[in-house]
T-cell receptor, first 114, second 114 residues
Framework: AQSVTQLGSHVSVSEGALVLLRCNYS??????LFWYVQYPNQGLQLLLK??????LVKGINGFEAEFKKSETSFHLTKPSAHMSDAAEYFC????????????FGKGITLSVRP | DVKVTQSSRYLVKRTGEKVFLECVQD?????MFWYRQDPGLGLRLIYF???????EKGDIPEGYSVSREKKERFSLILESASTNQTSMYLC?????????????FGPGTRLLVL
């Protein structure tokens, strides 16, 4: 069984400040890890993913995340928040293998203050 | 450019009605998924399909059924809509490969059952 924990439901930062969204996972097998973003009234869009190889993963819009196996974490960061980053962010985990399913966290809403 | 479309963005139905939600993808993907998104609960998997005419229950299949007669189309059916099925419904598709392939999402259908 696999699960994802995203603590808190809302994060607010000032424009230009560091963005840190936390994600911890539980998986009985080496996981694949994903961050998706959902802008208002839209579907989900992939930000970045970790499958194998380098544990620091860079994604779109200046976001990155680091896979830390010892901490079972995959936190999302961005050095400088922009107003356009305001959205809901979902962390997800899947097992390896074809036809694997994604398990999502509950999501975190990011607000950016001018 | 990848594209997943859903037949309606907004839908209002009466309790007891039979409701069809349609999803079409143009990427020749084998896997397709139906999720339900509710505030504070994240995305929960209703049903998924590995390939044409194949389907498996997800985490919350009760009250729903699905149909996949053609590779590009995956339908979600609410046999007798109830008010607790008021929600946002998201469809996704993915290529069949065991390397953490990305799921691509449609824009969602917001269903209100009165």
């Amino acid at each position: 069984a696999q699960s994802v924990t995203q603590l808190g439901s809302h994060v607010s930062v000032s424009e230009g400040a560091l963005v840190l969204l936390r994600c911890n996972y539980s998986s009985s097998v080496p996981p694949y890890l994903f961050w998706y973003v959902q802008y208002p009234n839209q579907g989900l869009q992939l930000l970045l993913k970790y499958t194998t190889g380098a544990t620091l993963v860079k994604g779109i819009n200046g976001f990155e995340a680091e896979f830390k196996k010892s901490e079972t974490s995959f936190h999302l960061t961005k050095p400088s928040a922009h107003m356009s980053d305001a959205a809901e962010y979902f962390c997800a985990v899947s097992s390896t293998g074809a036809n694997s399913k994604l398990t999502f966290g509950k999501g975190i809403t990011l607000s950016v203050r001018p | 450019d990848v594209k997943v479309t859903q037949s309606s963005r907004y839908l209002v139905k009466r309790t007891g009605e039979k409701v069809f939600l349609e999803c079409v993808q143009d990427m020749d993907h084998e896997n397709m998924f139906w999720y339900r998104q509710d505030p504070g609960l994240g995305l929960r998997l209703i049903y998924f399909s590995y390939d044409v005419k194949m389907k498996e229950k997800g985490d919350i299949p009760e009250g729903y059924s699905v149909s996949r007669e053609k590779k590009e189309r995956f339908s979600l059916i609410l046999e007798s809509a109830s008010t607790n099925q008021t929600s946002m419904y998201l469809c996704a598709s993915r290529s069949y490969r065991p390397l953490g392939e990305t799921q691509y999402f449609g824009p969602g259908t917001r269903l209100l059952v009165l």
